[in-house]
């Protein structure tokens, strides 16, 4: 089973047509196909749509949202109800086109874990071109995460990775690289882009700050998301060291300025005192940070694996792993005719 997770905001007069053209490639390819629609909030009616749907075609799963709770959360809930060993995410604009899911999953089949559209001709106006390609640009060479276009929400996943790869905040645009730092194959094919026919873009200028932040986010998780203090304490320990020195040079300075002949000096009129005292300061507190954010991170992987296993020797385990994919599909299963009922 293929199962293909759709957000939905505001898309209403998009859905029928989605749901035919995706029928349409699933009636072509042999798929044995679940369309999940989760509406975010949406004000115009996308729900009636939805639910209509869901109705006449006992493949349309519907999940609504009390509120916009953001596209992250809305592909959580996608994941948590996917049946499917591989799973799809697109848009529900139709700029993103179904007819490319069959090249996904080929992409896929090469020994990938995780296959991302690349939208080389995009169907937008140029300044949101040109700055999605700065960004992209960015998050590459941040990441290490070689893809030229990070945003697209054209994508293709195996299972095991929407089990390791937690969502929240805003994070959805970076699936691709927290499934590389688990150890996961990343890969990417050029994927065609429509122009929109109906509604408006939900990304303005706002999001660049945003984008921003969430990758320094991920930079940090990513990097050092398990020994936070690496980092925290390596800049803790530049600024203490820095601070000791400049108050060991004022207090040499000011033990020779006492000795006959020479000038007294008052510290408290000297900038490099309150500079020093400044370091000290953030590197005490820089340090402590680190210490809390280990105590952190040392309570989260009790509650997760910080490693991936691929597979083992022992058939054994590997029957056992099994036994827990399909334990997994039966209560999202449950979940699916509870969520209908």
């Not at 519907?62 to 049946?83: C, E, H, M, Q, T």
Request: charged share 20%.
């Amino acid at each position: 089973m293929i199962s293909v997770v759709i957000p939905v905001l505001d898309e209403s007069a998009s859905l029928e047509q989605l749901v035919q053209e995706l029928d349409l490639v699933a009636t072509k390819q042999g798929y044995d196909l679940q369309m999940i629609f989760v509406d975010d909030g949406s004000t115009d009616g996308s729900w009636n749509v939805i639910d209509r749907l869901a109705q006449a075609d006992s493949r349309v799963l519907g999940i609504r949202f009390r509120r916009n709770f953001g596209k992250a959360a809305a592909l959580s809930a996608g994941f948590d109800a996917a049946l499917g060993q591989l799973i799809i995410t697109m848009d529900a604009d139709l700029q993103d086109d179904p007819a490319e899911i069959p090249r996904l999953i080929a992409k896929l089949d090469e020994g990938f874990d995780v296959v991302s559209g690349w939208k080389q001709q995009r169907q937008d106006p140029q300044h949101r071109v040109w700055l999605s390609r700065a960004f992209n640009t960015l998050v590459s060479r941040l990441t290490g995460v070689q893809l030229h276009d990070h945003n697209c929400g054209l994508k293709c996943y195996r299972r095991e990775v929407i089990h390791e790869v937690r969502l929240y905040g805003e994070l959805h645009r970076f699936v691709p690289v927290l499934a590389a730092a688990r150890g996961f194959r990343v890969g990417e094919i050029v994927v065609s882009h429509r122009a929109r026919s109906h509604g408006e873009s939900k990304y303005g200028l706002s999001r660049i700050p945003k984008g921003l932040l969430d990758l320094l986010t991920v930079r940090f998780i990513t990097r050092f998301g398990q020994r936070p203090q690496h980092w925290l304490g390596s800049v803790a320990l530049l600024a203490l060291t820095l601070g000791t020195l400049g108050m060991g040079y004022l207090a040499i300075l000011w033990c020779v300025s006492r000795l006959p002949g020479n000038d007294p000096v008052h510290l408290h009129q000297t900038a490099a005192l309150y500079y020093s005292l400044v370091l000290m300061l953030i590197g005490t507190q820089l340090l402590a940070l680190g210490f809390v954010a280990e105590l952190i991170s040392a309570l989260v992987t009790r509650e997760g694996d910080a490693y991936s296993v691929a597979e083992h020797t022992d058939p054994e385990k590997n029957t056992a792993q099994k036994l827990v994919d399909q334990e997994t599909s039966a209560v999202s299963s449950e979940q699916v005719k509870g969520n209908g009922a």
